[in-house]
């Protein structure tokens, strides 16, 4: 079983639609919650970044974190077709063994049709 | 402020040839990753370095790979005697402590 499970894709819907984007994991150890955004052939990109549980919105994005069921989620309302991208999430453990190693979900490719 | 800045963008090496791969973090972070991305999978980490040190290498092949970051310079991914298996996109990140990455473009490296 892998520590980080992601749904790949692909996923396509229509311009103005909400976007549900999901993540699982294993490892209780996980305290620092991410989301990246990959636009084709090029580097990952910082969205979101939570730790430990709860919400946090920033614009058109929202970022959930369920720590009891180890389940994320980020969510983008009102979709653009500027929003056509891979999003990875991507989490940390903490403690005094922490490197700051990110393990990355294998990354949903959303697109957004105008 | 440049982003992180990796060359080259493609480097294309027969099987057998060295790769050499090149990051230079952002200005005042000394905190370097690397990380490698197959065709279709998720970013691996590979390896985490600090200047001069080599903090964290769980995710390094064993043999013909290697990694540095010099008191002066960029850091430095080396592939000896590279395989088929070993095209993809590696990625470089630096930070100034553990976490809130920036990434740079990418290496794109194909064997022929």
């Known amino acids: 079983q892998k520590e980080v499970e992601q749904d790949p894709g692909p996923l396509s819907v229509p311009e103005g639609a909400i976007v549900s984007l999901n993540c699982t994991y294993s490892?209780?150890?996980?305290?620092?919650f991410m989301w990246y955004r990959q636009y084709s052939r090029k580097g990952p990109e910082l969205l979101m970044y939570?730790?430990?549980?709860g919400n946090k919105e920033d614009g058109r994005f929202t970022a959930q974190v369920d720590k009891s069921s180890k389940y994320i989620s980020l969510f983008i309302r009102d979709s653009q077709p500027s929003d056509s991208a891979t999003y990875l999430c991507?989490?940390?453990?903490?403690?005094?063994?922490?490197?700051?190693?990110?393990?990355f979900g294998q990354g949903t490719t959303l697109q957004v049709k105008p | 402020n440049a982003g992180v800045m990796q060359n080259p963008r493609h480097l294309v090496r027969r099987r057998g040839q060295e790769a050499r791969l090149r990051c230079s973090p952002m200005?005042?972070?000394?905190?370097v990753y690397w990380y490698r991305q197959l065709p279709e999978e998720g970013l691996k980490f590979m390896v985490y370095?600090?200047?001069?040190?080599?903090?964290?290498e769980s995710g390094m092949p064993k043999e013909r790979f290697s990694a540095e970051f010099p008191k002066e310079g960029p850091s430095i991914l080396r592939i000896q005697q590279v395989v088929r298996g070993d095209s993809a996109a590696y990625f470089c990140?630096?930070?100034?402590?553990?976490?809130?990455?920036?990434f740079g473009s990418g290496t794109r490296l194909t064997v022929v």
């Open positions: 990140a630096s930070s100034r402590q553990g976490y809130g990455y920036t």
């Open positions: 490892n209780s150890a996980f305290q620092y």
């Open positions: 939570t730790y430990s549980s």
């Open positions: 991507a989490m940390s453990a903490r403690g005094s063994s922490n490197t700051g190693k990110l393990i």
């Open positions: 200005k005042g972070h000394s905190h």
């Open positions: 370095l600090q200047k001069e040190n080599i903090i964290d």
